[in-house]
């Protein structure tokens, strides 16, 4: 079973850090490829970053491109999305989300199976 939380959310002014983590607690997810999806109110999700199961390929959405960067540390079951230079539009619900062993990465938000709950990020001007 996979269970994702999301962690590491909160207010931060324009021009700030965070980082937001994605534990595992169900069994190991190492061989999975996970992706940051955020979504704002009155907004569609968006696709924000990805990294496959590997490390060895990453992707980012065009907003966030130089801004944040997605990581794992498969020892610790964990993904991070580093996130600097943060702006007003920032501010959304972030979800981590996870595809099935072995999957190929995706940007699309259908492609995964499992979900986070979602952490608040507040980016105020």
């Known amino acids: 079973q996979v269970q994702l939380v999301e962690s590491g959310g909160g207010l931060v002014q324009a021009g700030g850090s965070l980082r937001l983590s994605c534990a595992n607690s169900g069994r190991p997810f190492s061989t999975y490829p996970v992706g940051w999806f955020r979504q704002a109110p009155g907004k569609e999700r968006e696709f924000v970053a990805a990294i496959n199961w590997s490390a060895s390929h990453t992707y980012y959405g065009d907003s966030v491109k130089g801004r944040f960067t997605i990581s794992r540390d498969n020892t610790k079951d964990t993904v991070y999305l580093q996130m600097n230079s943060l702006k007003p539009e920032d501010t959304a619900v972030y979800y981590c989300?996870?595809?099935?062993?072995?999957?190929?990465?995706?940007?699309?938000?259908?492609?995964?199976?499992?979900w986070g709950q979602g952490t608040q990020v507040t980016v105020s001007s």
């Open positions: 989300a996870a595809i099935r062993s072995y999957g190929l990465v995706s940007t699309s938000a259908g492609a995964y199976n499992y």
